[in-house]
């Protein structure tokens, strides 16, 4: 991955419940793992909303490791 998804997902405490989500649009990290965990490609994300790029949907799912890496070591 090129950047870091530190630049891609971001916190807004108004939006979305505060939810992380993808460049401040009302897409959250939580939707696009929704949407590959019932089957979707990125392929077929993308063509369902054409604003998002591959990069998002790779920063959605590093965002996602990172935070399980980080209970891991919480309950340690």
């Known amino acids: 991955m090129s950047a870091s ?6 916190l807004e405490p108004g939006k979305r419940s505060g939810k992380p989500t993808i460049r ?3 897409i959250t ?4 793992l929704s949407y590959l965990a019932a089957g ?5 994300i ?5 604003y998002l790029t591959e990069e998002d949907i790779q920063a959605c799912l590093s965002y996602a490791a990172d935070r399980e890496r980080q209970l891991l070591v919480a309950r340690v």
Do not use: K, N, S
């Open 5 to 10: 998804y530190h630049t891609i997902i971001t």
């Open 40 to 44: 979707m490609t990125p392929q077929e």
């Open 24 to 26: 401040g649009m009302r």
């Open 29 to 32: 990290v939580y939707d696009i």
């Open 46 to 50: 993308l063509a369902d909303f054409p």
